[in-house]
């Protein structure tokens, strides 16, 4: 069992879309899980048509919606304030210093956050980076594990079939509440997954039939 599980994802609706699942397995197992979110989505694309917000406004409607989802998720919610989709201009080793300084004081026994490289946007691939290499400079005797995520297109032939496969079905009402939290993105985003126009009513077979299970690779520190 798990003593206490740091998720670290850039944006509001990471935490949703890519492990909302596990997250509540662990819940249900009575783990502690805390969410180091890197921005608040502030340059997200999508402001509706109609509008419902502007490039001000979006970053509080975000802001309440990850609120929202880690009380439908009972997670810790930590904000890391870095600005959205600049993350790869950032000086890494600081970002991993200040990732490093949460790490040191919660001291989980496992890390979850992107694959560098191997997750589409470039803010997904800089804070993975800056979190396995804040994980690494731990000490060894301390040090979690760490499951990365990979999504990009052809990710499997590069590296092989994930070794952490979650079944999530038991928590999938669970992930789409997450998921609806982030109502500013989720029909965009569920929309290009599933080329479906979603409503309430569908959105639970949808996400069933999409989102059965949530995979990882255990990230290997003596390859580095």
């Known amino acids: 069992m798990e003593k206490h599980v740091v998720v670290i994802f850039p944006h509001p609706d990471d935490e949703a879309f ?13 783990v502690p899980v805390t969410y180091l979110c890197g921005t608040l989505g ?5 402001m509706g048509n109609p509008t419902f917000a502007t490039r001000e406004s979006l970053p509080e409607i975000r802001k309440k919606e990850l609120q ?25 080793s600081k970002v991993s210093e200040n990732l490093k300084s949460y790490l040191d004081d919660i001291q989980p026994s496992l890390v979850i956050t992107h694959y560098p490289e191997y997750a589409v946007h470039p803010d997904h691939n ?8 804040a994980v690494s400079k731990m000490d ?13 297109r052809g990710y499997q032939e590069i590296l092989g079939k994930p070794d952490v496969v979650q079944d ?16 500013s993105q989720a029909q965009g985003v569920l929309g290009n997954v599933t080329g479906e126009q979603l409503t309430e009513e569908n959105m ?18 003596k390859s580095i």
């Not at 800089?126 to 290499?133: F, N, T, W, Y």
């Open 68 to 92: 929202d989802a880690c009380k439908v998720m009972d997670v810790e919610l930590k904000m890391l304030g870095y600005r959205d989709k600049v993350l790869e201009f950032e000086d890494l």
């Open 42 to 46: 502030e340059m997200g694309r999508n």
């Open 126 to 133: 800089a804070l993975g980076a800056a979190a396995i290499d």
């Open 140 to 152: 060894e005797s301390i040090r979690p594990t760490v499951w990365a995520q990979a999504f990009m």
């Open 204 to 221: 639970e077979a949808i996400a069933m039939e999409h989102f059965k299970e949530e995979t990882f690779y255990t990230w290997n520190f």
């Open 18 to 30: 890519g492990a909302a699942g596990t997250i509540a397995k662990f819940r249900e197992e009575g």
């Open 168 to 183: 999530i079905r038991p928590f999938v009402k669970t992930k789409v509440k997450a998921i609806l939290c982030h109502a």
